[in-house]
């Protein structure tokens, strides 16, 4: 039988005799990408955005180095700007894109999701390690919609004194940088950072779980960020869900970090950044060339 008519090319793609997808799969195809910088993005700026992170996995150019029609298909933001829908062109990539949920566009967190009517993706995914392994997706576990809204307030953190001109890819950055010390993280389960909301002198810090938020508040205790010795607490209305975490690890790299006994080498270097076009990205981060930091695109961040 013809490749073409039922698996597809060499990348298993449901495409036609035309080398297109079936428009009868379209749906399970598409994801909603929501929480757009209005005005800024358009439709190349998001199929960049998916190619520059498709580009980093060995897994899609060994499985769509010879694909027919493009990866995207449509992406074209909605008149008002805040959102599109994203068509891919086939359900292993879309079931690969969600995992970009959170990551930073234009400085603000892109949020995906399935069009409504439509469950999670259930096709695989290709291998995210090497994003997950620089610290690129922010949100851990096999399903990207885990982050639960009732459970917010449990993983957020208000850090305050910020020094006037506070980034808060910066503040991402310094803090994924000190998670990363504890000898319980795994790169393999992505930043434990998922967003920082910066007000002015404050800001507030989602992280992936409630016992990483945990595990933060006692090690970002005494942390100077650019000159300025951190306060770091629980959010107003925070409720303790009663669930003990051992947080004595993160105690012991604070003390050791206050005694000014941790190695250089304990800091790794973190590729988290904003994606911005790539003339904007060089014009924010001149030193990184191409729009990259250490060979990968610029990613993660938070609101502005």
């Given at each position: ?35 757009l910088a209005v005005g800024v993005v ?132 310094q803090v994924s940088a000190q998670m ?125």
């Open positions: 039988a013809d490749r073409a008519a039922g698996g597809g090319a060499a990348g298993g793609l449901p495409v036609t005799h035309g080398g297109m997808p079936n428009a009868a799969t379209k749906k399970a195809r598409e994801l909603y990408a929501g929480n358009t439709e190349a700026i998001l199929k960049d955005f998916f190619m520059q992170l498709f580009n980093q996995l060995p897994t899609y150019h060994a499985r769509y180095g010879q694909m027919r029609c493009p990866a995207i298909l449509r992406a074209q933001p909605h008149p008002d700007g805040k959102f599109a829908f994203v068509e891919f062109a086939d359900e292993t990539l879309c079931a690969t894109a969600i995992r970009f949920n959170r990551i930073s566009l234009c400085g603000r967190p892109i949020l995906l999701q399935p069009p409504t009517g439509m469950g999670p993706p259930t096709a695989e995914p290709l291998d995210l390690t090497p994003l997950l392994q620089a610290g690129v997706i922010v949100v851990p576990g096999s399903n990207p919609m885990s982050l639960s809204p009732s459970t917010k307030k449990q993983r957020d953190l208000y850090v305050g004194n910020l020094p006037d001109g506070t980034d808060a890819m910066d503040l991402q950055m990363r010390l504890l000898p319980e993280h795994d790169p393999n389960q992505g930043n434990p950072v998922v967003a920082v909301n910066l007000s002015g002198k404050f800001a507030f810090v989602e992280f992936c779980t409630i016992e990483m938020a945990t595990k933060a508040l006692a090690l970002l205790q005494g942390f100077v960020f650019n000159g300025r010795r951190l306060k770091v607490q629980r959010p107003t209305g925070y409720q303790d869900p009663g669930v003990p975490v051992d947080v004595s690890a993160a105690e012991a790299v604070a003390q050791a970090r206050e005694r000014g006994t941790l190695p250089a080498t304990a800091y790794p270097q973190n590729a988290v950044a904003s994606y911005y076009p790539q003339q904007q990205q060089q014009q924010q981060h001149p030193g990184y060339p191409g729009g990259s930091t250490g060979g990968y695109p610029g990613y993660g961040g938070g609101e502005p």
